[in-house]
């Protein structure tokens, strides 16, 4: 990990750089395969499941038999994690209800929004290093809540032609109500053009690889809405010098066994904090299976010293981490300084695998920055909002002056006439 020391302001633009994705030299390949799936479909979908995922598939939906095996095959121990998880996350985002509330801007004048759910949505759950069952939770739940009619979920098989049990499993639990055999760019684009299998949805939700990232890109221009953008996931601890090293060095390196470009940064106050963290990350680093993995992202991960808690919450403003884990004395306080993160954990027993997995809120999050436009996924995600007003006859003499007068000013003599006919008619 790089140690950097009481760096100058001018420095953290270069000190705080992830590893992007450079989406925009895979576009010509990503457009390519989007292409074959929107005009040949199903034909695409499985020409490209064996290219990438070494699978012949006769079929790419999920049937009720292998949903009957996925029950079975998964434990009890885990089944009972997974509903944990699930009663959790259901509780969480059921509190985030929208409540149109009917206002009367004037007498007459009556305005209000209804919160719809979208029809249709796709979820994408990645395959890669580990079966995220967990994904398939933070996003089929909400949805679920929504009141989403259709749920729809794509996630690459093994080269058996299986989903992970765990997959299907909480799927199932979930609410999702189709689960399809097919994993990166087609999947997206199935999803996004539809095929005679696979239904075309509305909005896509999930994280991927660079070339899933360019596949929603690609088609969020024009065809279908997708969640957020997205990117490698990223951690930032916030700590003084009363944190636990151990706590810490073990944060830093559950968001670095999630992929060779994720990254986890440190900031600091306390130079001996920073000493015992680097130290520490390396003796737990040798005792993790994904070591190897783990250690390529910690050679874009940083050590920085700061030199006082404002500096640190400052530099933490700025990079607007997907991931922040506030371990100092006066947390709350702290957090309360805090204006741009996805989601933050608070205090040495809040690690960032609790709302990886089983808290409540969720795991989808903005990442490369994004934080400081964007919200992570919530329940709000899955809805749309119409906006209603009634307007009587007492209202439109008490507004209809104005609305003439600005109609008129804006060279739009239609939309004065729309009044004038209604106060001269009444």
Known sequence: MYISKYPSRSEWGTLLKRNTLNT?????????????VRTQGDYAVKTYEEKFDGV????LAVSEKEFEEAEKAV???????????????????????FEGKKVETLPGITCWQKAVPIERVGLYVPGGTAPLFSTVLMLAAPAQIAGCKEIILCTPPD??????????????????NRVFKAGGVQAIGAMAYGTSSVPKVYKIFGPGNQYVTAAKQLV??????????????????????????????SDLLSQAEHGADSQAILITTSETLLEAVAAETQKQLEALPRKELASRSLEASRLILVKDMQEAVDMVNEYAPEHLIIQTQDY???????????????????????????????????????AKAYSGVSLDSFIRKITFQEITREGIRTIGPAIQVMAANEHLDAHKNAVTVRLTQQ
């Not at 969020?220 to 810490?248: C, K, R, T």
């Open 75 to 97: 434990s009890i121990e885990l089944k009972a994690a997974i509903l944990l998880a699930l009663n959790n996350i259901r509780t969480f985002h059921s509190a985030q209800k």
């Open 220 to 249: 969020a221009q024009q065809d279908v809405a997708i969640d957020m953008p997205a990117g490698p996931s990223e951690v930032a601890v916030l700590a003084d010098g009363e944190a636990n090293p151990v706590f810490v060095a």
């Open 159 to 176: 080269r058996s032609g299986k989903i992970h049990p765990a997959i299907l499993y909480a799927a199932r639990q979930a609410g999702v």
């Open 332 to 370: 709350c306080e702290i957090a309360a300084r805090i204006v741009n993160a996805g989601s933050v954990f608070l205090g040495p027993y809040a690690p960032e695998s609790a709302g990886d997995y089983a808290s409540g809120t969720n795991h989808t999050l903005p990442t490369n920055g994004y």
């Open 24 to 36: 925009a030299s895979l576009k010509e390949s990503v457009s390519a395969i989007l292409e074959e």
């Open 56 to 59: 012949r598939l006769e079929s």
